[in-house]
């Protein structure tokens, strides 16, 4: 830990600065729940369950089946499937085997999942029985060293009336037909014994997953994440979140054996989602609802509010835009969404009116995360308790874990307490590498009094009371006539008007002053305002080197596939507008 900020008094009461108990293979974590609350619900998928013997039993099937297939320590399997309750199974069984998972964006093209399983070099694919993700996987295998395909079919999920009603109606989605040679998932499970193969584990070396990152900024590379990455993060995370559960008394750790259930909206493929509540969930003997498609219902999100009344989830991990998703949607005083206890909030900065408007409307807490895809995720998190909390700020580092703030230019030089640089990270969540990307390695990772750090790419600092606040992503800075100008501070404010729903500023090629502000606003539903008002609005409330000098209302802002607002599209299209 470093000396400079985490002796501060407002540490979360009660967290150790430190854990130790993490040097062990992830499937251990399935083994010892399955063992000690063995009829306890594990996933929740549209009136179906499964508990967590029935999972660790399937999983152990998989793992039987690749090892009779040839899969050996190191292999790579990929998984090319939404948040269906096949994927933990699946995922549990390919690690159970020693191989590695490659987790697949259900949505890739068959472009883009081609150059993931060519790079990851993947031997197997599980994909969706489906007419659109099935054929995809058909033709992106093409070319790869893929040698055999399991589609997942969820019927066999399903309850039995359902299973057969759906079945009779035609209403379960299914590919219209298979090629040779592939093969059906409850087969496979049907017809292998659940005998999983000895693996002499490496914790700290062996690789356990693989995701792929830098997609939106260029081409994706596959971080290469060990056991030990996942475990420390889950251990971390479970000595530093403290949560209220009865009225009246006193935060404590999460309560294990069932008394927890965690909302499944962020996809698994992405390192937050799986972490956060694939795995922790596992690891608590919680309850997991699976969402495959939380954009469903009508109007969109409406099928994650009836998950929520229906399941009466305790904890959520979310993107923000999520949270918006909650406190903006047309129907939400119809539902009841008072069991939720605690938020975690990451993948993005979370606007301070965000946080707000969404404690206000629930009752829970939300505290804000940070971490990355290289840090299996979390690195940093706001204390749980309201007393220590500092909204727009991510905390402080998880027991273990250390951060500096360093020169933007010279990445071994520590910059003094308050200034703003990049953020780099130092512990035992930090991925082992790029695959296959030595040169990328070389960029991220830097030497600090013989430490290594990783470098982020985001640019924050520590305050005199040892919170670190992000400032913005380094590529995204804009500079005005010499000043830097922080995106998120820009729309932070914005957020502050009540007729907003979502913003994006970015900054626009300027021949006189280097780059201007724009900012893209959303409006919700039923509001309307003009470009003077908004820009009547932003006079009044930021300094003028901040100031948008054009805004652009928009129905609709370009997400990632977790909610990420999408700057760089923006900033593109305004580039191509130029030329």
């Known amino acids: ?56 039993d399937t999983a152990d099937r998989i793992a039987n089946f690749l090892a009779g297939k040839g899969i050996k320590k190191g292999d790579k399997v990929a998984i090319f499937l939404p948040n269906i309750p096949h994927f933990p199974e699946i995922l549990f069984g390919i690690l159970k085997s020693g191989a590695v998972a490659v987790n697949c964006n259900p949505s890739y093209t068959p472009t883009e999942l081609n150059y993931q399983l060519n790079d990851s070099e993947s031997k197997m694919v599980f994909c969706m029985d489906h007419p659109e993700l099935y054929p995809g996987t058909v033709e992106a295998i093409k070319g790869t060293k893929i040698e055999t395909v399991i589609y997942c079919n969820i019927k066999s999920y399903l309850p039995k009336l359902k299973g057969f009603l759906g079945g009779l109606l035609g209403k379960i989605p299914k590919a219209a037909s298979h090629e040779p040679g592939h093969l059906s998932f409850d087969d496979i499970v049907a017809s292998s014994s659940p005998n999983p193969p000895s693996v002499d584990f490496n914790p700290d070396e062996d690789t356990a997953v693989m995701l792929y990152t830098g997609g939106t900024t260029g081409v994706p590379k596959g971080a290469e994440l060990s056991h030990a990455n996942f475990t420390y993060n889950l251990e971390a995370c479970e000595e530093y979140f403290r949560l209220v559960h009865e009225e009246g008394l006193k935060a404590e750790k999460f309560r294990h054996g069932g008394y927890h259930t965690f909302l499944g909206v962020l996809p698994w493929y992405h390192s937050f989602g799986i972490t956060s509540a694939l795995f922790l969930a596992i690891k608590t003997g919680s309850r997991l609802i699976c969402v495959p498609d939380p954009r469903a219902g009508n109007p969109p999100f409406t099928v994650v509010l009836e ?3 229906k399941h009466k989830p305790t904890f959520i991990t979310a993107v923000p835009t999520i949270f918006v998703a909650f ?19 990451g993948g993005a900065p979370l606007p301070p009116e965000v946080c707000r408007q969404f404690e206000d409307k629930t009752g829970s807490i939300i505290f804000e995360a940070y971490g990355l895809t290289e840090t299996a995720p979390a690195a940093c998190i706001n204390p749980s308790f309201k007393e220590t909390r500092k909204i727009g700020s991510i905390g402080f580092p998880l027991p273990g874990t250390d951060v500096k703030i360093v020169h933007l230019e010279k990445s071994a030089q520590e910059l003094a307490q308050g200034e703003d640089g990049e953020i780099a990270i130092c512990g035992p969540q930090v991925m082992k590498g790029y695959w296959k990307r030595d040169d990328a390695n070389d960029e991220v990772f830097v030497n600090i009094n013989g430490k290594r750090y990783f470098l982020t790419g985001d640019i924050g600092h520590i ?29 932070d404010i914005i957020y502050t008007n009540p007729k907003v729903e979502l913003a994006a500023v970015v900054g626009i090629p300027d021949e006189k002053s280097g780059e201007k502000v724009k900012a893209f606003i959303k409006l919700k539903e039923g509001e309307s305002a003009t470009e003077e008002e908004m820009n009547a609005f932003c006079k009044e409330n930021m300094v003028g080197y901040k100031r948008p000098r054009f805004i652009e209302f928009r129905d609709e802002i370009p997400l990632s596939n977790i909610g990420k607002v999408l700057r760089r599209v923006l900033r593109d299209e305004e580039v191509d507008k130029a030329k």
């Not at 063995?38 to 369950?49: D, H, K």
């Not at 406190?327 to 909030?345: E, R, W």
Request: glycine letters at 6%.
């Open 1 to 56: 830990m470093s000396d400079q900020a985490w002796k501060t008094p407002f540490w979360p009461e009660g967290v150790a600065h430190d854990v130790t108990n993490y040097h062990y293979p992830l499937p251990q974590i399935l083994d010892n729940t399955a063992k000690k609350y063995p009829n306890n619900v594990y996933t929740l998928f549209n009136g179906a369950s499964r508990t967590f013997s029935q999972v660790k």
């Open 307 to 309: 998950e929520v009344q």
């Open 327 to 345: 406190t903006n949607h047309a129907l939400l005083d119809k539902f009841d969404i008072s069991s939720i206890m605690g938020c975690l909030s």
């Open 463 to 491: 305050d005199d009371d040892g919170y670190i606040t992000i400032t913005d992503r380094k590529k995204d800075m804009i500079i005005v006539g010499g000043f830097n100008v922080y995106p998120r501070d820009v729309e």
